[in-house]
Nanobody, 128 residues
Framework: EVQLVESGGGLVQPGGSLRLSCAAS?????????MGWFRQAPGKEREGVAS????????NYADSVKGRFGISRDNVKNTVYLQMDTLEPGDTAMYYC????????????????????WGQGTQVTVSS
C-alpha cells in the first residue's frame, strides 16, 4: 500500500519561505499518479493547494497560492516538493500530501475527493 511521509514544516516569519517534502513508498510511476498538497487550518475545511502529474510535471494551483508556491517532483526519489515563498499568516495550517491513482489522475486537480492516499501532515506556522 502507498505510504506518504511529509517533512519540512515549521515556524517562519511573514514573508519567509519553506520547502515541504513528501516521500512516497510503494508508489509505481508506471501508474502515472497525480500527487497533491492540501492544507487545513484550525476550524476550517481542508483545501487543495497544488497538484502535479508525475508523468509530465503539469501542475495546477489554488488561486490563493498562485505566484507564491511551486510544486515539483523528483521521480527518481519518488518525492514531491512544495516550495512556499512570501508566506502569509493565512498560510498557517497542517499541510498534507496525497496521491490520486484513480481515473481523474490525468486531469490532476487538487480536489480532495480525487485522492485516496494521504500522509500524516506537517505543520506550517507563519507568525512574527
Amino acid at each position: 500500500e502507498v505510504q506518504l511521509v511529509e517533512s519540512g514544516g515549521g515556524l517562519v516569519q511573514p514573508g519567509g519561505s519553506l520547502r515541504l517534502s513528501c516521500a512516497a513508498s510503494e508508489l509505481r510511476l508506471y501508474d502515472r499518479p497525480c500527487m497533491g498538497w492540501f492544507r487545513q487550518a484550525p476550524g476550517k475545511e481542508r483545501e487543495g493547494v497544488a497538484s502535479i502529474r508525475t508523468s509530465d510535471g503539469w501542475a495546477n494551483y489554488a488561486d490563493s497560492v498562485k505566484g507564491r508556491f511551486g510544486i515539483s517532483r523528483d521521480n527518481v526519489k519518488n518525492t514531491v516538493y512544495l516550495q512556499m515563498d512570501t508566506l502569509e499568516p493565512g498560510d498557517t495550517a497542517m499541510y498534507y500530501c496525497a496521491v490520486n491513482l484513480g481515473p481523474s489522475r490525468f486531469l490532476c486537480r487538487p480536489r480532495e475527493n480525487d485522492f485516496g492516499y494521504w500522509g500524516q501532515g506537517t505543520q506550517v506556522t507563519v507568525s512574527s
